[in-house]
Structures are given as structure tokens and as C-alpha cells.
């Protein structure tokens, strides 16, 4: 072979060699795909646990989607979680305080799915310490919460962010959660970990990711709302509940920014301080949908910088199939809670709704008031309204009738307030729950309204102005709710309910949920105007278990329960509350 015919098959060669050895990032396009879930409240399976029946949605149809996603070999799936599953369903629980040995059904499932990377949500510090430190050790996948942070050590409680590599593409995830916590849970559950300001740990954290890791991509998963005026709060004031938006807003950097908590499908744009779009994605809850973003990534061959194209999509469960071998691989743990959730525990002589609970005295919220009563022994009893459309039927009880019952992991408090303090905290729930009515076509309940006076509707149901899980009621004393005068001038207590003189000076002991007695929902601070820090110096004693244990243990020993409204208050002009009622009733619940 002549010698030139040598140097050009050697060229030739070469030039193969590089072509092929090529990878995408060099062909200089990566397309990304982040899928998130968040706020999952125990739907890992299609099927209802508490009400004994099929779901429509969970993470077994996610996993579907996300599998074809997968599968679709031009683009790189991360798959994401932002919170909240660890409360919900009698599944979660059963893994929270039963049992308790084993690895948990969350870690089981959320392995099998290849997760990779988690943010804390309220939900999941509401089990307590052994549940979520247990927990964050079963998890192949970070759990992320960079302002949570060790009381003693000055550092994270969970994993600040974690960096993930794709083609070539640096990604940080930055995770957050509300630092709202201490306002909702004893002090025992979250021991040992300040919850930080979203928006300064926000700015810190980012600057330490930029100028270590160098990152191509930054996105958030934030545990936190948008609404950062939710509840009548600031958005100037520090430690804000919903600041997901005030951080995509004010801190520079983020391309993508997933949200939770709020059970919002969020999929809009916002401008961070550069001018730069932020893509702000959020989910609704129970897995009814995911969210999608895309991120097409091309690479200028002169600077050496990408190029980004980000786009949005609210995935919807519901009419995805789920995945097969996802169902068999935990069918043996879905049997298993079939059958803890199928004890009996008990009869009801009558059935019991929360609808006839959002007009009136009722025997659902009383049997709650009793118990209550009973187990603390105080003088009187808030109890509040934590189920919009729940029902316990007459007959046998079970004990997957106890999370209809009662929603929430919420322990019970026995606290120290003045007569006048809980007549406030009362004039502050009805200020929120009840319309001032100006004659008896007016409506009973206070619906939220557009500029033009009409009601605002979700699904076609009218919203409420508040959250109904702040409608308190109380119990040990007699009193009248007049719906013809203004909030705050509407409650007249005349007896305790042996009917002895109710005294607004006097101190009184008051049976609360651990919610609400750490401040949650304003009714201590804004109603009954006791500063925050002095809430805690009110308690007297707690539960050492959540609420709804004791109901449990209540029916048990009781056996037969004949449900019964206290009629130890009522609401006034009685024909204007009558056909009030009566006419939204049909409007919440047709």
C-alpha cells in the first residue's frame, strides 16, 4: 500500500473515531423532564382505605406515566416528591404508629419508584421525631429542608439540596419547607429544629450553590403555598407560611420552582430580580395530578452556555391505569390494611355527617365535644369542623371509620383561658363562619364574593371566605351566635352548661386540639388576643397520643354510641338561620 493511501485511511479512521465517540451533551441539545408529586396524603394505591372503596388517583397511576416517560429514551426523567404524604390514610398511619418495626410503606414505595430527591412537608414532622428520623434514613433519595435547621449544630435537621447530573446538564434542587409548624404542632414533635425564613435561607443557600457546585439548572421544591396574603398574613413579615412565590420572585436564579401545601394546580410564570422567568408548578393533592416540567437545554458552541426553552403541564391521574407491577409488588401490604382498617370497634345507634355541622349544633361535633370533655376533664370544649363531607353510618363502627371521624394525627390539649378570652376566640371563629345576615333571604354562610357581588365558585360549589377547619364550636357553656349583628359583636354566653353564671373574668380550663392550642388558625392570637409567646404558658397538660386514639378507645369501651347534638347553642333570628341553612345547603352540598 502506498504511503499516502496509509496516512489517508489513518485520517479516515480518526475522524470515524471521533464522530462516533460523540455523546449528546457534545451533539450540544439535552432534554429534561421533571416530574413532581406533592401533598400525596398516604394515596400510594388506588383504593380508599377510610371509606372502604376503589380511588380514582395515586402514586400506582404516577408510576405508570412516569415509566413511559421513562421509557421515551430522548429525554432524562427526574422524578420528584414535595411533601406531605405521610398523613391521610389509614395506610400511613398504620406504618406511623403500628407498626413501627419494619421499613415504612413510604420508603417501600417511593424506592420502587426511583425517586431522586424529596422536600419535608408539615405533614410529615406532624408523626414526630421516630416516625421522620426513622424515615429519612429508609429513603434512597435525599429528604430535603435547608431551613429547618439543628438547633445545636446550626446546620440542616434534613439534607439543604442535592445535585443531580444528566448528560452532561448540573442540576440543584433547592428544598424548603413552610416554617409555619411551630404555629400547628407541639413544640415535642419538632424538637430541636427552628424553622427558618423561607426567603433569607432561600438567598443564603442559593449563593452557597452557585459558588461551589456551579450548577446549569436550579430548581426549587418548596413545601410552601403561594399565597403569601393567606389568612390575612404579610408577605413582608418573616417566617411566612406560603412564600414559595416571594422566593421565586425575590431571589435570583431559580428556572423552575415546584410548589406544595396548598393543593393548588399551579402552572403560571413569575420574574425573578434579574428579569428572568420563573416557572412556578404545583399539584393537587391526593395524587389527583402531577406536574410536568420540561426543559429543552442547547448549548452555545461559542460561550459554552445553555440555551433553555422551559414549559409546564399539570398531569391528570384519574384515566391512567395502574402500573401492574407496581400493584403486585405491594398487594400483600394493601391486604393488610384492608383487614386493620375492618376491625370493629364498635356501634352507632344513628349516623352522623359534618354537613349538618357547618349550619348548626350537631351530634358529630358533639360527640367529638364529649370525649373530649371526658378525657380532659375541662370546663369547656372547643372541637372544630375538620372534614368538609364525611359521614360515620349507623350501625357497626370500624376503625376506618375513626379517620372520617376525626382527619387529623392532632394531640389534646387542656389549656387556661379568661371567660373573656373564650368568648373572643368564639367571636373570632363565627366572625369568620357565618355571614352578617340582613334579612332572611340573606345566605347563613360567608362565601367568598367577586367585585360584582357574585359567589366565587370551585367545581361549582361556592367557596368559603375561611378555612372550615377553623369553624369552632364550643361545649360546657350555653350560648347564642346572633348572624344579625357585625363579626366580633355576635356572641352572648349566658351558663356553664350546669348552669351555674359564666364569669368573663373568671379563668376557665378549655379542652383544644394541639392545632389550634399552639395558635394555628389566629383563634388564640387574633381572637382571643393572647401573644404567641405566652400560648405555651397556658397549657396545662397534654395527650400523649394523637386524638383520634382516644376516640378509638372511647367506642371500644362504650360499645353502643347513640350520637347526640348538645343544643347548648344556637343561632339567631331563628327563621333568618332557618332558611338560611336551608338555602345554602342545597348550594354546598346539591
Known amino acids: 500500500m502506498k504511503k499516502s493511501s496509509i496516512s489517508s485511511l489513518l485520517l479516515l479512521t480518526a475522524s470515524l473515531l471521533f464522530i462516533t465517540s460523540l455523546t449528546p451533551l457534545q451533539a450540544q441539545t439535552v432534554k429534561l423532564k421533571l416530574i413532581e408529586t406533592s401533598d400525596v396524603h398516604g394515596s400510594l394505591f388506588p383504593w380508599d382505605f377510610i371509606n372502604d372503596k376503589p380511588a380514582s388517583t395515586s402514586l400506582a397511576q404516577v408510576y405508570t406515566y412516569v415509566e413511559e416517560q421513562r421509557a421515551d429514551k430522548s429525554q432524562s426523567v427526574i422524578l420528584l416528591d414535595n411533601g406531605d404524604i405521610l398523613q391521610g390514610q389509614p395506610l400511613v398511619y398504620y406504618y406511623n404508629f403500628e407498626k413501627t418495626s419494619s421499613e415504612h410503606i413510604c420508603a417501600g414505595v417511593m424506592n420502587y419508584m426511583k425517586y431522586d ?127 414559595a412565590q416571594l422566593v421565586a420572585e425575590q431571589v435570583a436564579g431559580f428556572d423552575v420552582v415546584f410548589v406544595g401545601h396548598d393543593h393548588h394546580g399551579w402552572n403560571y410564570t413569575v420574574k425573578d430580580p434579574a428579569g428572568s422567568n420563573v416557572l412556578i408548578l404545583g399539584t393537587l393533592s391526593a395524587a389527583r395530578t402531577a406536574t410536568e416540567a420540561t426543559i429543552v437545554l442547547d448549548k452555545n458552541k461559542t460561550t459554552g452556555a445553555w440555551m433553555k426553552a422551559t414549559s409546564g403541564k399539570v398531569i391528570p391521574v384519574e384515566n391512567i391505569k395502574p402500573d401492574s407491577a407496581f400493584m403486585a409488588e405491594f398487594e400483600p401490604v394493601i391486604n393488610t390494611i384492608k383487614a386493620y382498617v375492618a376491625k370493629p370497634i364498635g356501634e352507632f345507634t344513628a349516623g352522623i355527617s359534618t354537613h349538618e355541622s357547618f349550619f348548626g349544633d350537631s351530634p358529630f361535633i358533639d360527640l367529638i365535644q364529649q370525649i373530649q370533655l371526658e378525657l380532659s376533664h375541662a370546663d369547656v370544649s372547643f372541637a372544630s369542623l375538620l372534614s368538609y363531607n364525611a359521614e360515620v353510618k349507623k350501625g357497626q363502627v370500624y376503625v376506618r371509620d375513626m379517620f372520617n371521624l376525626y382527619k387529623f394525627e392532632n394531640l389534646l390539649y387542656t389549656m387556661n383561658l379568661s371567660g373573656q378570652e373564650i368568648k373572643d376566640y368564639l367571636e373570632y371563629s363565627y366572625g369568620q363562619w357565618f355571614n352578617q345576615m340582613k334579612n332572611a333571604d340573606d345566605d347563613l354562610m360567608n362565601f367568598k364574593r367577586d367585585a360584582q357581588g357574585n359567589l366565587v365558585l370551585t367545581h361549582g360549589n361556592p367557596q368559603l371566605t375561611a378555612a372550615y377547619y377553623n369553624f369552632t364550636a364550643a361545649a360546657g357553656i350555653t350560648y347564642t351566635v346572633d348572624v344579625s349583628k357585625p363579626a366580633g359583636q355576635r356572641i352572648n354566653i349566658t351558663a356553664l352548661a350546669g348552669g351555674k353564671p359564666f364569669d368573663l373574668k373568671k379563668t376557665y380550663t378549655v379542652a383544644i386540639n394541639s392545632y389550634q392550642g399552639n395558635g394555628g388558625g389566629g383563634l388564640l392570637t387574633q381572637g382571643a388576643k393572647i401573644p404567641k409567646d405566652q400560648i405555651a404558658g397556658r397549657i396545662i397538660n397534654s395527650t400523649p397520643k394523637d386524638l383520634r386514639y382516644y376516640l378509638m378507645k372511647w367506642i371500644e369501651d362504650k360499645k353502643t354510641v347513640t350520637p347526640i347534638a348538645f343544643n347548648n347553642w344556637t343561632v339567631v333570628p331563628d327563621e333568618w338561620w332557618q332558611k338560611g341553612k336551608e338555602k345554602d345547603a342545597a348550594l354546598m352540598f346539591k
Do not use: C
Open 117 to 243: 430527591a424529596a422536600t419535608v412537608g408539615n405533614h410529615d414532622i406532624e408523626p414526630g421525631h421516630p416516625v421522620y428520623d426513622k424515615l429519612a434514613k429508609e429513603f434512597k433519595f435525599p429528604w430535603m429542608a435547608a431551613n429547618a435547621v439543628d438547633t445545636k449544630t446550626g446546620e440542616p435537621y434534613f439534607k439543604p439540596y442535592t445535585i443531580l447530573n444528566r448528560n452532561g446538564v448540573k442540576i440543584a434542587v433547592l428544598g424548603l419547607i413552610t416554617p409555619g409548624i411551630p404555629m400547628w404542632l407541639p413544640e415535642k414533635i419538632w424538637s430541636g429544629i427552628d424553622f427558618q425564613d423561607m426567603v433569607a435561607s432561600a438567598r443564603k443557600w442559593v449563593k452557597i450553590i452557585q459558588e461551589k457546585e456551579h450548577p446549569d439548572l436550579l430548581i426549587g421544591l418548596f413545601h410552601a403555598g403561594t399565597e403569601a396574603a393567606y389568612e390575612g398574613q404579610s408577605p413582608d413579615k418573616p417566617r411566612n407560611e406560603n412564600a
